[in-house]
């Protein structure tokens, strides 16, 4: 792929690739981090992607590339918000997305959605937008961007592959997507050690922390869903930034008790989504997460 222009570290231009080249770019992507210009330049590239016809990913030459180049593509659809507006990215904008994503392609395989600058879209909008990310069409895909993806609904996120492309985030910012993925790596790993406060002591941070815990539940279920995939295939295509951790998972867990840890996932996101309290939702997280793998 040609990432020309677009600054953006080796780490993701290598996942990018691969799924690509593989065929398994995730139905729904997050970019975060980076300029504004670099995340719309990716998300522009990952639809090209998309809706490619040639035997690379994107070739660049078919006919679908050369209309995505072009911007003229009459199945990629793009609903820009402009950096520094007030003016909230509406519910119904995201409704006259939603109904036209059951529309079957013009031309490609697939019909691509790119929604930028979702920080502005309120919760009205992304509400009306988890609907259609529940259960989308197979043909329809979904690109949004953000500086950082928890302004986003966790539901949101759940559903979604974040790609930081970790340049231009502020230090604060990028230090917590950092934490979160050392920490969601270090969860992943005390959850096939027998010993059982492994788990407890990875998890205390989150009582004084609700922000990472967010940020942490998006990069498990990556995880997790690195773990099914590989458990399935051993050439599956792995995309958390916890590979290995996602490997011993899916050696020592079973398919069914790796599908339990995803719904652990959930419920914890919807609790914490109702201000549960934060000593019992963390007990509760220990307490699903051991019992998801028989511990």
């Not at 690509?20 to 995730?26: F, I, N």
């Not at 609907?131 to 329809?140: A, D, G, H």
């Amino acid at each position: 792929m040609n990432f020309d222009g677009i600054n953006i570290n080796n780490e993701l231009k290598s996942r990018i690739e691969s799924a690509a080249a593989a065929g398994k770019l995730p139905h729904a992507v997050i970019l975060e981090g980076g300029s504004e210009n670099d995340r719309l330049n990716l998300a522009r590239l990952l639809a090209k992607a998309q809706v490619c016809s040639g035997e690379s990913i994107p070739c660049c030459s078919c006919n679908d590339c050369i209309k995505a180049e072009k911007g003229i593509h009459p199945d990629i659809f793009q609903a820009l918000a402009q950096e520094g507006s007030t003016e909230p990215l509406k519910v119904d904008a995201i409704r006259d997305i939603r109904a036209n994503a059951f529309v079957y392609p013009n031309e490609a395989q697939r019909r691509v959605f790119i929604l930028h600058n979702m920080q502005f879209a309120n919760e009205q909008a992304q509400n009306a937008l988890l609907k259609i990310l529940e259960e989308p069409p197979e043909f329809v895909r979904f690109i949004l961007t953000a500086p950082v993806s928890s302004v986003m609904l966790t539901t949101i996120l759940s559903r979604a592959a974040v790609f930081s492309l970790g340049q231009q985030l502020g230090d604060t910012l990028n230090a917590k997507h950092t934490q979160a993925c050392e920490k969601a790596a270090a969860i992943a790993k005390a959850l096939i050690s027998p010993n059982e406060f492994d788990l407890m002591t990875e998890t205390g941070i989150f009582e004084k922390d609700a922000e990472l815990l967010v940020l942490v539940l998006a990069q498990l279920r990556l995880i997790f869903r690195d773990a099914i995939a590989r458990k399935q295939s051993q050439a599956a295509t792995l995309l958390s930034s916890s590979q290995d951790n996602a490997v011993l998972l899916s050696r020592s867990c079973t398919v069914p008790q790796l599908m339990a840890l995803m719904q652990a996932v959930d419920a914890l996101e919807k609790a914490e989504n109702q201000n549960a309290n934060k000593a019992l939702l963390i007990t509760r997280f220990c307490s699903m997460m051991r019992k998801a793998v028989n511990k």
